[in-house]
């Protein structure tokens, strides 16, 4: 019998930064053009590792700014995050940076699985946030740190290429200890 396990994740980042195509290509293996502010979305689907079954909720958030209030269902019962801001807007980096402490306020000492994901590394010409500032923000939390981009359904890491696919892979990998 595999063992199934439960986990909520959550994506934040500022508005328009790629969580709903990250989130789609991820789960449909698709990109989708076209901007449509989401409201919030929560996918769901089940994978295997190994001999384990991971029921994994996904939450997709309206975006959030350095105001945002974060609500209680994103931090109860939430077993990781995926922070994600844009390389072409240095602003939605500064969010992810304020979002992060309000996690941490809100968490107390435990734990906080999270991955930094810089989103829209396709879009490199018009760049305002360089790989090297991600990595040393993600490695200040002990977070893993990957750029993406959802529409080439590509991950760029430090030591990894790969599909999507790849983001949630290394948060189990903080989840499945
Ligand atoms: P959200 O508001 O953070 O959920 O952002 P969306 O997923 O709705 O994406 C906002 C816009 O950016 C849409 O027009 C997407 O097509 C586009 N977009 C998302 N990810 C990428 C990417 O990796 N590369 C490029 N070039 N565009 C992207």
């Known amino acids: 019998m595999p063992l199934v396990r439960y986990r909520k ?4 980042g500022y ?17 989708l053009e076209g901007y449509d502010p989401t409201v919030e979305n929560t996918y769901s689907k089940i994978v295997t590792l190994g001999k384990d ?7 997709d958030t309206a975006g959030q700014d350095e105001y945002s209030i974060l609500p209680y269902s994103f931090i109860i019962g939430v077993h990781g995050y995926v922070l994600v801001y844009s390389v072409t807007s240095l602003h939605s980096f500064q ?3 304020s979002l992060y402490q309000k996690l941490h306020e809100g968490h107390g000492k435990t734990r906080l699985p999270v991955v930094l994901v810089g989103n829209k590394a ?44 790849v983001v949630v892979f290394f948060l189990w990998h903080c989840l499945v200890v």
Request: aromatic share 6%.
């Open 9 to 12: 994740v959550v994506i934040l």
């Open 95 to 97: 969010v992810i940076a």
């Open 122 to 165: 396709d879009l490199s010409p018009d760049r305002e946030v360089q790989a090297v500032e991600g990595k040393k923000l993600a490695e200040s939390w002990g977070a893993t740190f990957m750029e993406s981009s959802a529409r080439e359904n590509q991950v760029l890491g430090l030591k990894i290429r790969g599909k999507i696919r």
């Open 53 to 59: 079954e991971f029921h994994l909720h996904l939450v």
């Open 15 to 31: 508005r328009s930064v790629g969580k709903t195509s990250l989130a789609h290509q991820f789960v449909e293996g698709e990109f």
